[in-house]
């Protein structure tokens, strides 16, 4: 939000100053000026259209989100998003062993705590993933192979499952899986500025590059039409 702030007051305000100096001497301007001070002036021009379709924009995508269909796109995307869709994805994980290991511990029906915990877990998308176990634990189909056919659940899981149904106590290692989730992801969230700062810092880099190319490039050839005249 910041950068986007910075680069809103720098083609409203800014460049069109730089813009003004550069055609009182009439020099000739290389591409990157002339790039940035288009790009200034259309945003001077028409930054109320700008301004307002952003946020009809805005407004458009929580009305969609809002919707059945959006909603589950939403949550289906946050578990694909670059370097926090993961974290999501363990953190979802982490809450579904805790509280149906904590369901099975208290001698809920499978089919109720699948159902409770789905729902409990605030993703339309591992939601429906796993009110479908119920089918197959319905056709008395093992917890592990329903678990398998959802295509949710990683390796490290499915094992503890198998394990913990072979010796009956899968509602000790999937509470284990849980806290060894939560664990990562206390430790991943810590680490996750850490990741995002390097790529802020080529943003930012590329932006501060841009400019400096589009403003003091033309500041070179202004000296030279300044000595002569």
Do not use: C
């Amino acid at each position: 939000m910041a950068i986007i702030a910075a680069i809103a007051i720098l083609n409203l305000f800014v460049i069109p100053t730089f813009a003004k100096v550069f055609d009182n001497f009439g020099a000739e301007l290389p591409l990157a000026t002339q790039i940035l001070m288009a790009t200034s002036s259309f945003t001077v021009a028409h930054w109320p259209e700008l301004l307002t379709l952003l946020v009809i924009s805005i407004l458009g995508a929580r009305h969609y989100v809002r919707t059945e269909q959006g909603r589950y796109n939403w949550h289906e995307w946050k578990l694909k998003l670059p370097l926090a869709g993961d974290i999501i994805y363990r953190a979802t994980l982490a809450r579904f062993m805790r509280l149906f290991a904590m369901s099975i511990r208290a001698g809920v029906p499978l089919i109720t705590a699948l159902t409770v915990v789905a729902r409990a877990l605030g993703n339309d998308h591992v939601e429906q993933r796993i009110l479908s176990m119920q089918t197959g634990i319905e056709r008395g189909e093992s917890i592990t192979q329903t678990a398998a056919a959802t295509g949710l659940f990683d390796a490290l899981v499915m094992q503890m499952m198998a394990v913990g149904e072979e010796t009956g106590s899968i509602d000790t290692l999937l509470a284990e899986v849980g806290e060894f989730y939560e664990a990562e992801v206390a430790y991943d969230i810590e680490r996750l500025s850490a990741r995002i700062e390097p790529i802020l810092t080529v943003v930012i880099a590329i932006i501060v590059l841009v400019l400096a190319l589009g403003v003091f490039l033309p500041m070179w050839s202004l000296s030279g039409v300044a000595i002569k005249n």
